[in-house]
Protein backbone atom coordinates (compact mmCIF):
# COMPACT_ATOMS: atom_id res chain seq x y z
CA UNK A 1 0.00 0.00 0.00
CA UNK A 2 1.34 3.64 -1.04
CA UNK A 3 2.41 5.41 2.56
CA UNK A 4 -0.65 7.37 3.99
CA UNK A 5 -2.46 9.14 6.83
CA UNK A 6 -3.09 5.93 9.37
CA UNK A 7 -0.46 3.24 7.99
CA UNK A 8 2.89 4.52 7.87
CA UNK A 9 2.08 8.22 8.50
CA UNK A 10 0.21 9.30 11.53
CA UNK A 11 -3.24 10.69 10.90
CA UNK A 12 -5.21 12.99 12.72
CA UNK A 13 -5.32 11.12 15.49
CA UNK A 14 -1.33 10.07 16.19
CA UNK A 15 -2.51 6.24 14.58
CA UNK A 16 -0.39 4.64 12.55
CA UNK A 17 -0.84 0.58 11.15
CA UNK A 18 -4.08 0.67 10.53
CA UNK A 19 -3.56 -1.36 7.00
CA UNK A 20 -2.59 -4.16 9.45
CA UNK A 21 -5.43 -5.57 11.21
CA UNK A 22 -6.02 -8.70 10.45
CA UNK A 23 -3.02 -9.40 8.09
CA UNK A 24 -1.52 -12.10 11.17
CA UNK A 25 -5.35 -13.99 11.69
CA UNK A 26 -4.50 -17.72 11.82
CA UNK A 27 -6.84 -18.86 14.17
CA UNK A 28 -8.94 -20.34 11.09
CA UNK A 29 -6.95 -22.38 8.97
CA UNK A 30 -9.85 -22.06 6.08
CA UNK A 31 -9.40 -18.30 6.30
CA UNK A 32 -6.12 -16.75 4.72
CA UNK A 33 -6.09 -13.07 4.68
CA UNK A 34 -4.09 -11.70 1.57
CA UNK A 35 -4.96 -7.80 1.25
CA UNK A 36 -5.77 -5.04 3.70
CA UNK A 37 -6.90 -1.96 1.87
CA UNK A 38 -7.48 1.42 4.27
CA UNK A 39 -10.26 3.05 2.86
CA UNK A 40 -11.34 5.62 5.34
CA UNK A 41 -9.63 6.56 8.43
CA UNK A 42 -12.05 9.68 10.07
CA UNK A 43 -13.12 9.13 13.30
CA UNK A 44 -13.61 5.65 12.88
CA UNK A 45 -11.44 2.87 10.35
CA UNK A 46 -12.86 1.65 7.21
CA UNK A 47 -10.87 -1.24 5.58
CA UNK A 48 -11.47 -3.42 2.64
CA UNK A 49 -10.12 -6.58 3.01
CA UNK A 50 -9.19 -9.74 0.56
CA UNK A 51 -9.33 -12.75 1.60
CA UNK A 52 -9.03 -16.93 0.46
CA UNK A 53 -11.89 -18.89 2.50
CA UNK A 54 -12.52 -22.68 2.12
CA UNK A 55 -16.13 -23.44 2.00
CA UNK A 56 -17.66 -26.32 3.30
CA UNK A 57 -17.27 -28.60 0.22
CA UNK A 58 -13.29 -27.73 -0.07
CA UNK A 59 -13.52 -25.28 -2.56
CA UNK A 60 -11.20 -22.13 -1.67
CA UNK A 61 -12.76 -19.35 -3.01
CA UNK A 62 -11.50 -15.32 -3.05
CA UNK A 63 -13.54 -12.59 -1.15
CA UNK A 64 -13.78 -9.24 -0.10
CA UNK A 65 -15.40 -7.97 2.69
CA UNK A 66 -15.69 -3.86 3.98
CA UNK A 67 -15.29 -3.39 7.54
CA UNK A 68 -16.17 -0.67 10.15
CA UNK A 69 -13.89 -0.51 13.09
CA UNK A 70 -15.04 1.83 15.90
CA UNK A 71 -13.77 0.01 18.53
CA UNK A 72 -15.24 -1.68 21.23
CA UNK A 73 -17.94 -0.97 23.69
CA UNK A 74 -20.00 -1.15 27.14
CA UNK A 75 -23.10 -0.87 27.99
CA UNK A 76 -24.76 -0.67 31.55
CA UNK A 77 -28.32 -0.53 32.83
CA UNK A 78 -28.82 1.33 36.00
CA UNK A 79 -31.45 -0.33 38.08
CA UNK A 80 -32.81 0.73 41.36
CA UNK A 81 -35.02 -2.65 42.27
CA UNK A 82 -36.49 -1.52 45.69
CA UNK A 83 -38.53 1.68 43.80
CA UNK A 84 -38.98 -0.21 40.23
CA UNK A 85 -36.91 2.50 38.49
CA UNK A 86 -34.41 2.37 35.86
CA UNK A 87 -32.11 5.03 34.64
CA UNK A 88 -32.12 5.41 30.53
CA UNK A 89 -30.92 8.56 28.44
CA UNK A 90 -32.79 9.75 25.13
CA UNK A 91 -29.95 11.62 22.95
CA UNK A 92 -29.87 12.16 18.64
CA UNK A 93 -28.82 9.71 16.32
CA UNK A 94 -28.28 10.59 12.83
CA UNK A 95 -27.93 7.59 11.65
CA UNK A 96 -31.30 5.99 12.96
CA UNK A 97 -32.74 9.54 11.71
CA UNK A 98 -32.02 9.40 7.92
CA UNK A 99 -33.41 6.12 8.37
CA UNK A 100 -36.97 6.64 9.08
CA UNK A 101 -36.86 7.00 12.54
CA UNK A 102 -39.22 9.67 13.37
CA UNK A 103 -36.89 12.69 14.94
CA UNK A 104 -33.57 10.31 15.88
CA UNK A 105 -34.11 10.97 19.27
CA UNK A 106 -33.82 7.63 20.51
CA UNK A 107 -33.92 6.42 24.31
CA UNK A 108 -31.04 4.11 25.13
CA UNK A 109 -28.96 2.60 27.67
CA UNK A 110 -25.73 4.56 28.77
CA UNK A 111 -23.24 3.45 26.30
CA UNK A 112 -19.64 4.07 24.95
CA UNK A 113 -16.62 3.22 23.44
CA UNK A 114 -13.54 1.45 25.71
CA UNK A 115 -11.02 3.99 24.47
CA UNK A 116 -8.33 2.36 26.41
CA UNK A 117 -9.73 1.63 29.25
CA UNK A 118 -11.00 -1.86 30.73
CA UNK A 119 -14.63 -2.82 29.89
CA UNK A 120 -15.46 -1.86 33.67
CA UNK A 121 -13.58 1.19 34.23
CA UNK A 122 -15.32 2.96 30.31
CA UNK A 123 -18.49 1.68 32.13
CA UNK A 124 -18.20 4.37 35.13
CA UNK A 125 -17.11 6.72 33.27
CA UNK A 126 -19.88 7.05 30.73
CA UNK A 127 -22.11 6.34 33.98
CA UNK A 128 -20.81 9.88 35.41
CA UNK A 129 -20.57 11.36 32.13
CA UNK A 130 -23.91 10.35 30.71
CA UNK A 131 -25.96 9.77 33.91
CA UNK A 132 -24.18 11.75 36.49
CA UNK A 133 -24.35 8.57 39.06
CA UNK A 134 -21.56 6.68 40.80
CA UNK A 135 -22.51 2.94 40.34
CA UNK A 136 -21.57 -0.22 42.54
CA UNK A 137 -21.08 -3.73 41.60
CA UNK A 138 -21.55 -4.03 38.37
CA UNK A 139 -23.01 -7.11 36.79
CA UNK A 140 -21.83 -8.71 33.94
CA UNK A 141 -24.25 -9.83 31.40
CA UNK A 142 -23.25 -11.33 28.43
CA UNK A 143 -20.98 -9.67 25.27
CA UNK A 144 -22.03 -9.51 21.50
CA UNK A 145 -21.54 -8.19 18.21
CA UNK A 146 -24.03 -6.41 17.43
CA UNK A 147 -23.90 -6.16 13.56
CA UNK A 148 -21.08 -8.74 12.62
CA UNK A 149 -21.64 -8.32 8.56
CA UNK A 150 -19.83 -5.39 8.54
CA UNK A 151 -18.76 -3.63 11.88
CA UNK A 152 -16.25 -5.33 13.77
CA UNK A 153 -17.57 -3.92 17.76
CA UNK A 154 -17.85 -5.98 20.61
CA UNK A 155 -20.51 -4.95 22.67
CA UNK A 156 -19.82 -5.58 26.73
CA UNK A 157 -23.05 -5.39 28.65
CA UNK A 158 -23.51 -4.82 32.47
CA UNK A 159 -26.15 -3.61 35.04
CA UNK A 160 -25.80 -2.37 38.56
CA UNK A 161 -27.97 -1.10 41.48
CA UNK A 162 -28.22 2.64 42.34
CA UNK A 163 -29.93 4.66 44.51
CA UNK A 164 -31.08 8.35 44.70
CA UNK A 165 -27.67 8.71 46.70
CA UNK A 166 -25.77 7.69 44.17
CA UNK A 167 -26.61 10.63 42.06
CA UNK A 168 -23.25 12.72 41.52
CA UNK A 169 -24.70 15.39 39.08
CA UNK A 170 -26.84 16.05 36.20
CA UNK A 171 -24.88 13.85 33.76
CA UNK A 172 -26.30 14.76 30.01
CA UNK A 173 -22.95 14.19 28.45
CA UNK A 174 -19.18 15.65 27.24
CA UNK A 175 -20.44 19.29 25.20
CA UNK A 176 -17.18 19.10 24.15
CA UNK A 177 -17.36 15.83 22.55
CA UNK A 178 -21.23 16.84 20.88
CA UNK A 179 -23.08 15.01 23.68
CA UNK A 180 -26.35 16.37 24.89
CA UNK A 181 -28.04 14.25 26.69
CA UNK A 182 -31.12 13.64 28.37
CA UNK A 183 -31.33 11.29 31.85
CA UNK A 184 -34.68 9.66 31.73
CA UNK A 185 -35.72 7.56 35.05
CA UNK A 186 -38.46 5.70 34.26
CA UNK A 187 -40.70 2.74 36.17
CA UNK A 188 -39.34 0.22 34.84
CA UNK A 189 -42.66 -1.28 34.22
CA UNK A 190 -42.79 1.45 31.54
CA UNK A 191 -39.56 1.07 29.99
CA UNK A 192 -40.46 -2.70 29.05
CA UNK A 193 -44.11 -1.11 27.75
CA UNK A 194 -41.65 0.97 25.43
CA UNK A 195 -40.24 -1.72 24.19
CA UNK A 196 -43.02 -3.37 23.03
CA UNK A 197 -45.13 -0.53 21.40
CA UNK A 198 -41.94 0.58 19.91
CA UNK A 199 -40.99 3.85 21.60
CA UNK A 200 -37.35 2.23 22.54
CA UNK A 201 -35.72 0.30 19.06
CA UNK A 202 -32.26 0.50 20.36
CA UNK A 203 -30.88 -2.97 20.38
CA UNK A 204 -28.38 -2.89 23.15
CA UNK A 205 -31.29 -1.38 25.26
CA UNK A 206 -33.47 -3.92 24.06
CA UNK A 207 -31.59 -6.96 25.35
CA UNK A 208 -30.56 -5.13 28.45
CA UNK A 209 -34.37 -4.51 29.33
CA UNK A 210 -35.12 -8.19 28.46
CA UNK A 211 -32.91 -9.12 30.91
CA UNK A 212 -33.77 -7.62 33.73
CA UNK A 213 -37.13 -8.64 33.16
CA UNK A 214 -36.61 -12.71 32.52
CA UNK A 215 -33.39 -13.15 34.39
CA UNK A 216 -32.27 -10.03 36.30
CA UNK A 217 -33.92 -7.67 38.89
CA UNK A 218 -37.55 -7.48 37.95
CA UNK A 219 -38.21 -10.84 36.85
CA UNK A 220 -40.93 -11.35 39.16
CA UNK A 221 -42.36 -8.41 38.62
CA UNK A 222 -42.30 -8.72 34.61
CA UNK A 223 -43.91 -12.25 35.65
CA UNK A 224 -47.51 -10.72 36.92
CA UNK A 225 -47.34 -7.96 33.73
Do not use: C
Not at 135 to 142: A, I
Amino acid sequence: MTPGPGTDIPDHRGRTGLDQAGRDLERNPDVVVRDVELTSQGWHVLRRTTFDYRRRDGRWVTQQRETYDRGNGAVVLPYDAERGRVLLTRQFRYPAYVNDHPDGMLVEAAAGLLDGDDPLAAIRRESAEELGVALGPLTHVLDAYMSPGSVTERLHFYAASYTPADRTGEGGGVEEEGEDIEVLELPFTEALAMVRDGRITDGKTILLLQWAALDGPFAAVAAVH
